[in-house]
């Protein structure tokens, strides 16, 4: 079955303390490339990550997104309350001492040492988000492959379409070519007789046969239409295959390029060159398609 290399799949995790999530998204390319945006917290296990990744693909360029954010309340300063109402005591029994009516400011309260403190920010565990995010790397991963599946299945079908189309042409082909010798002797015989019409010279059989047969062998297409007929069975293979084949089937479409090009060259008949032309458009559908396979 054919998988597609274009695909998504995401992930999330959350609670009271954070948020992680988790985006897959594979484009195509020759080649598998990864690229990744991680948090910086995270940069450790970067490789351990693309590690879940390379196990499952091929080829394709993947991104691999992880976000994270904390819920937790980040303050650089905290109020002690305690020492608070401690300096309040001790000013108003201060000024009963020595009976002062000046007010006491909230300013003057917060500027006495030990009122506010230094916040104790709570530091994350890093070996949990780590224990946190594989799963959900691993969930992105299936979200993909199952689209990369389902987008790789349509793909298939349209190239089994084209495949059977490519096939009904070829046998119209080799029902064709016997035929074409028969009609260009009939024309070289006429043509000759034509031209040696009121003349005293002979037409010799065996320099007709000679003529006819360099003809024949000139125009004769039935080697490539067997190759080709075996790159579609080719074909066929990498269609059932569970394997990814994606540059296999680059290699057997360059291959039915190359035989139906030399077909176009040799064949000598309108109507057979016409029936080539929709091979080589089905040909060029099928490649194009291929580039979407991993």
């Given at each position: ?8 799949g ?8 954070r ?15 990864i ?11 970067e490789?351990?990550f693309e ?5 499952r693909?091929i080829r394709g360029t993947i991104l ?12 650089e300063?905290?109020?002690n309350?305690?020492?608070v ?15 002062s009516g000046?007010?006491?400011?909230i300013n003057?309260?917060i ?12 530091e994350e565990?890093?070996d949990t ?11 992105a991963l299936?979200k ?5 599946a389902?987008?790789g299945?349509?793909l ?6 084209r495949?059977?189309?490519?096939l ?8 064709r070519v ?5 009609e260009?002797?009939?024309?070289l015989?006429?043509r ?6 009121g003349?005293?010279i002979?037409l ?7 003529e ?11 080697e490539e ?9 080719q ?5 059932q295959s ?5 540059r ?6 360059q291959?039915m390029?190359?035989?139906t090009?030399?077909?176009c060259?040799k ?5 057979i060159?016409?029936?080539l ?13 291929s580039?979407?396979?991993?």
């Amino acid at each position: 079955m054919l998988k597609s290399m274009t695909g998504f799949g995401n992930a999330e995790y959350k609670d009271d303390g954070r948020t992680l999530s988790v985006e897959l998204r594979s484009i195509n390319n020759r080649f598998l490339k990864i690229d990744s945006r991680i948090p910086e917290l995270l940069q450790a296990f970067e490789s351990e990550f693309e590690r879940l990744v390379r196990e499952r693909i091929i080829r394709g360029t993947i991104l691999l997104n992880i976000n994270y954010q904390s819920h937790q309340q980040e303050h650089e300063y905290v109020l002690n309350g305690e020492k608070v109402r401690e300096y309040y005591r001790i000013l108003n029994d201060i000024k009963k001492e020595i009976n002062s009516g000046e007010e006491l400011s909230i300013n003057s309260l917060i500027s006495l040492p030990g009122v506010l403190q230094k916040g104790e920010n709570k530091e994350e565990n890093v070996d949990t988000l780590f224990s946190i995010c594989m799963p959900l790397i691993n969930e992105a991963l299936a979200k993909m492959m199952e689209m990369r599946a389902n987008e790789g299945s349509h793909l298939e079908k349209d190239i089994e379409k084209r495949k059977d189309v490519i096939l009904s042409i070829l046998n119209k082909i080799e029902t064709r070519v016997p035929s074409i010798v028969n009609e260009y002797s009939k024309r070289l015989r006429s043509r000759v007789e034509s031209l040696l019409a009121g003349t005293e010279i002979e037409l010799s059989d065996n320099n007709l046969y000679r003529e006819i047969a360099i003809f024949a062998e000139r125009c004769d297409i039935s080697e490539e239409i067997s190759r080709l007929k075996s790159h579609l069975c080719q074909l066929e293979e990498v269609l059932q295959s569970d394997e990814p084949m994606g540059r296999k089937l680059d290699f057997i479409v360059q291959e039915m390029f190359r035989e139906t090009n030399t077909m176009c060259s040799k064949a000598n008949d309108s109507e057979i060159l016409r029936d080539l032309v929709d091979i080589k458009t089905e040909v060029e559908k099928i490649r194009e398609q291929s580039f979407n396979i991993e």
